[in-house]
């Protein structure tokens, strides 16, 4: 199913990042993963960040969600500046608006399927049940499984179940299909899609794969740290029309 991207200038923003730049030691050498980077991140919006690996993909999306500050430059979640936040308040910021997808799975091996969506569901002010979520994903006949009796797209499905059931405002996505075969990875995308699409969530996903740029609203590539391109698709792919 296609949808047409939305015109910017209706749409809310989310994130506001100025001048963003984040340096790293390496003994006496200085590292800059980020140069100078602003961007704006629109509600409901489907974004899609492209690069190479040491890009500064990974570390841009670990900015927004809270896990890191930038060393110079601002970033804004709403009405709130996360570059001025102390621990206490990121740590709050992430339970309360963000979902985070990784290319692994960090799904605890002891726990059901339906255990693991609910280390989240527990700590969340107005959840989804674990097996609502589960259902969303299209494993609400996996609920009693363990991780083992899981194939790796279904453990991916789980930890987006886990990432949504708290009903986030924002979706972050790190190369959330990178461990696994086409197939596979096109039903993992399919559900990313239909959480943007159905649910409203605002979604950033990240990917060193340049055929996933079709599925965005917009998409923009990051080299060396910086913005080299930006781009808007007037319709957004459907899954079936995506391979790699």
Same mark, same amino acid.
């Given at each position: 199913?296609?949808?047409?991207?939305?015109?910017?200038?209706?749409?809310?923003?989310?994130?506001?990042?100025?001048?963003?730049?984040?340096?790293?030691?390496?003994?006496?050498?200085?590292?800059?993963?980020?140069?100078?980077?602003?961007?704006?991140?629109?509600?409901?919006?489907?974004?899609?960040?492209?690069?190479?690996?040491?890009?500064?993909?990974?570390?841009?999306?670990?900015?927004?969600?809270?896990?890191?500050?930038?060393?110079?430059?601002?970033?804004?979640?709403?009405?709130?500046?996360?570059?001025?936040?102390?621990?206490?308040?990121?740590?709050?910021?992430?339970?309360?608006?963000?979902?985070?997808?990784?290319?692994?799975?960090?799904?605890?091996?002891?726990?059901?399927?339906?255990?693991?969506v609910a280390l989240v569901t527990d700590i969340s002010?107005?959840?989804?049940?674990?097996?609502?979520?589960?259902?969303? $994903?299209?494993?609400?006949?996996?609920?009693?499984?363990?991780?083992?009796?899981?194939?790796?797209?279904?453990?991916?499905?789980?930890?987006?179940?886990?990432?949504?059931?708290?009903?986030?405002?924002?979706?972050?996505?790190?190369?959330?299909?990178?461990?696994?075969?086409?197939?596979?990875?096109?039903? $993992?995308?399919?559900?990313?899609?239909?959480?943007?699409?159905?649910?409203?969530?605002?979604?950033?996903?990240?990917?060193?794969?340049?055929?996933?740029?079709?599925?965005?609203?917009?998409?923009?590539?990051?080299?060396?740290?910086?913005?080299?391109?930006?781009?808007?698709?007037?319709?957004?792919?459907?899954?079936?029309?995506?391979?790699?």
């Amino acid at each position: 199913m296609q949808r047409q991207a939305a015109p910017e200038a209706s749409r809310d923003i989310v994130f506001r990042a100025r001048d963003v730049s984040k340096m790293y030691q390496m003994g006496e050498v200085e590292v800059h993963a980020l140069r100078s980077v602003s961007l704006d991140l629109y509600a409901g919006e489907l974004l899609v960040i492209l690069g190479a690996s040491g890009s500064g993909k990974s570390t841009f999306l670990n900015i927004l969600g809270g896990l890191d500050l930038p060393t110079t430059g601002s970033v804004r979640y709403r009405d709130r500046d996360l570059s001025q936040a102390d621990e206490d308040d990121l740590t709050l910021y992430r339970r309360e608006n963000v979902g985070f997808v990784f290319q692994f799975y960090n799904l605890i091996p002891s726990l059901t399927a339906a255990e693991n969506v609910a280390l989240v569901t527990d700590i969340s002010s107005d959840p989804m049940a674990a097996n609502e979520a589960l259902e969303l $994903v299209g494993l609400l006949d996996r609920v009693d499984h363990f991780p083992a009796q899981l194939s790796g797209g279904e453990q991916q499905r789980v930890a987006i179940a886990r990432a949504v059931a708290k009903r986030p405002d924002v979706l972050l996505c790190d190369e959330p299909t990178g461990a696994l075969d086409l197939e596979t990875g096109r039903l $993992v995308l399919r559900v990313i899609d239909k959480v943007n699409r159905e649910i409203g969530t605002t979604t950033a996903l990240i990917t060193h794969n340049a055929a996933i740029a079709a599925l965005g609203d917009r998409v923009i590539r990051l080299s060396s740290g910086e913005i080299s391109s930006e781009h808007t698709n007037e319709e957004r792919a459907s899954i079936e029309e995506i391979r790699w």
